[in-house]
């Protein structure tokens, strides 16, 4: 079990702020995930510090995103090269399809879908 910022970008990008946070979740053993909502986000460096298992976004799919099945490529480009990729998609019908089919594809080359609790380092 862990917990993530939700609309936390200035939240995320202060230190005080996430240590506060971050020092409640490491005595509970829960980890952090930072969704990366502002390029300024000390979340991971400050778990770090603190000993607190986090994981960190690696990817964001979107509507706006000319093609996504490009983005899915890249995906799984960095899932192989990096052993893994850590995806953020809103629930849009369109999007959840197409990840949906671009998973089955995983399944047939070998590649395995973990929870994020699963990967938290």
Known sequence: V?????????????????????????EDARFFFDGVASPASVAAPAART????????THHLDLGDEDVGARLRAVEVALVLDGQAVVVTPPQPELLLALAEWMRGLRARRIHVLRLSEIVL
């Open 50 to 57: 603190l000993g607190v298992r986090t994981a960190v976004r």
């Open 2 to 26: 862990g917990a993530a910022p939700g609309g936390g970008e200035r939240f995320t990008a202060s230190r005080p702020h996430m240590t506060a946070v971050l020092e409640v979740l490491g």
